[in-house]
């Protein structure tokens, strides 16, 4: 019958096939940027270095190299390559200095060990730690030496992640970091469960190496695929504000056309940055504004105010609403064919006399402002049916 940890066999190629997620959707990031490299250029090494010792993989490649011995071996070389090149690239993605001769060499010198302790062992058929120590196999000191240089590697890797937390370090990369070394110092837990295991030869403690390794790929890959999920939020929050200023975007510019800074076309459209589209509809917005405000009598703005006062609306939401009544009113008065004439009031900043208007607030801020705007206006079109005509 399997025990409850037996059943958590999936964790690990879950986790795996997580990394090589990763690895691929920050790919294009790698490419376009220099600095993103050695940190993705890592996670491709430590998702090969895990898929090369599942049993798929292991069973491919012994039917390309003759012996399984000679697969297993070759797995734990490139599994030592692979721990120096994620340490020397951790540091370098962490502003530190790279010893790269002393840990290249260290690394070079405990293969030559490996290999040594392999050939100089009894004859084994496999490079695996025996149930018994009866069963013939590379000697205890074969895996002492890898699994200490593994330990060693991935215990300073977890601590460098964790420690990147200079002043000035953009949060992202940072949380990211830390995530990625959580998953490095899980797999220093997984170098020290073998190494239980190798003193004890318990049965306790096999079963436990997979989900570990599962659960170390996740940590990586979800650390390496922060900034992912950071950008899709960004997008989608872009394409919500886009899409709810598109009413008030669309009647103002009727009536305002001149404004826009280029003729609508849904082929150019689709080339231009969700961004820049949003950023060019805030623009085009506030500059219909301007024109707009020429068609609203002060006797008529000041009528606004004082009936936005009476309704005891948050104080957040009173510019709002007077900026869109107005503009309801002075879209009827165009429509109707009154004549503009000159406004001295401030009527496009996000107080009812603002002086620094849009200029004092992040684009974020106005886009925050126009989108209450856009939600007063939908109220006050929907009481006023000729606003949009």
Same mark, same amino acid.
């Given at each position: 019958m399997l025990t409850w940890i037996d059943s958590l066999a999936w964790v690990e190629n879950a986790g795996i096939a997580a990394l090589w997620s990763a690895a691929l959707v920050r790919a294009p990031q790698a490419v376009r940027h220099r600095e993103q490299r050695p940190l993705w250029?890592?996670?491709?090494?430590?998702?090969?270095?895990?898929s090369m010792h599942l049993e798929p993989v292991t069973a491919v490649l012994a039917r390309l190299v003759p012996g399984a011995h000679w697969v297993d071996l070759t797995t734990?070389?490139?599994? =030592?390559?692979?721990?120096?090149? *994620?340490?020397?690239?951790? /540091? +370098?993605?962490?502003?530190? /200095?790279? #010893?790269?001769?002393?840990?290249?060499?260290?690394?070079?010198? *405990?293969?030559?060990?490996?290999?040594?302790?392999?050939?100089? +062992?009894p004859a084994h058929a496999r490079n695996q730690i025996a149930p018994s120590r009866a069963t013939p196999s590379v000697p205890d000191a074969y895996w002492w030496v890898f699994f200490a240089f593994?330990?060693?590697?991935?215990?300073?890797?977890g601590i460098v992640c964790w420690s990147y937390g200079r002043h000035g370090t953009p949060r992202l990369l940072r949380y990211g970091l830390r995530l990625f070394g959580s998953g490095i110092l899980l797999a220093s837990v997984l170098w020290s469960l073998k190494l239980v295991y190798l003193s004890t030869r318990s049965p306790v403690f096999a079963p436990l190496f997979s989900p570990v390794t599962g659960v170390e790929a996740a940590c990586m890959a979800l +650390? *390496?695929?922060?900034?992912?999920?950071?950008?899709?939020?960004?997008?989608?929050?872009? #394409?919500r504000s886009y899409r709810g200023l598109e009413r008030l975007w669309h009647d103002l510019t009727t009536h305002t056309p001149d404004v826009v800074l280029r003729p609508a076309n849904r082929i150019g459209a689709v080339a231009v940055p969700l961004q820049l589209r949003l950023y060019r509809r805030v623009i085009?917005?506030?500059?219909?504004?301007?024109?707009?405000? !020429?068609?609203?009598? &002060?006797?008529t703005l000041e009528s606004i105010r004082r009936s936005v006062a009476g309704q005891s609306l948050p104080e /957040?939401?009173?510019?709002?609403? =007077?900026?869109? #009544?107005?503009?309801?009113?002075?879209?009827?008065n165009k429509h109707d064919g009154q004549k &503009?004439?000159?406004?001295?009031? !401030?009527?496009?900043?996000?107080?009812?006399?603002?002086?620094? +208007?849009?200029?004092?607030?992040?684009?974020? /801020?106005?886009?925050?402002h126009l989108l209450l705007v856009a939600a007063a206006y939908s109220a006050a079109a929907a009481a006023s049916p000729r606003a949009g005509t």
């Open positions: 250029f890592a996670v491709v090494m430590i998702a090969l270095a895990m734990h070389l490139f599994s =030592i390559v692979d721990a120096a090149a *994620v340490l020397w690239f951790i /540091h +370098g993605a962490a502003g530190r /200095h790279r #010893r790269t001769g002393a840990l290249f060499g260290t690394a070079a010198a *405990v293969m030559a060990a490996l290999v040594l302790l392999d050939v100089l +062992g593994h330990l060693t590697a991935d215990t300073v890797c +650390g *390496v695929a922060l900034p992912v999920f950071a950008r899709i939020r960004t997008h989608l929050q872009y #394409r085009e917005i506030r500059d219909a504004m301007i024109v707009l405000r !020429n068609y609203i009598p &002060p006797a /957040h939401l009173v510019d709002a609403h =007077i900026t869109a #009544r107005w503009l309801t009113a002075a879209l009827r &503009p004439h000159a406004q001295t009031a !401030n009527l496009t900043g996000s107080g009812e006399q603002g002086a620094d +208007g849009a200029s004092a607030r992040s684009l974020a /801020h106005e886009i925050d």
